[in-house]
């Protein structure tokens, strides 16, 4: 009966030992993933405050009489009197 229980224990404790590489591969998978994803958001935050920056320096200018005649245009499709507006449904 010794035998057979130190069997079981090496048996046993390799299981363990198996078990345990397992997690610790799996853990260092899941932590590589979580640092890729962490250092694209902090890519992603940096793209974003250059574009607060941007646009708080484009409300902190003044509105030229042109740059509102073209938001007009692009952003209302709006036309001053007298301008033609061509369309067409021909498509590639």
Known sequence: MGKKLGLFSKIAFLAVAVF???SIIQMNIKINAKKEEY???LTELAA???NVEDLTEQ???PICEES???IAKEKLNLREPGE???ASD???
């Open 90 to 92: 021909y498509r590639n």
């Open 68 to 70: 509102i005649k073209r």
């Open 48 to 50: 974003a405050k250059l």
């Open 39 to 41: 250092n694209r958001l």
């Open 20 to 22: 345990l590489v397992i």
């Open 59 to 61: 409300l902190e200018s």
């Open 84 to 86: 033609l507006i061509f």
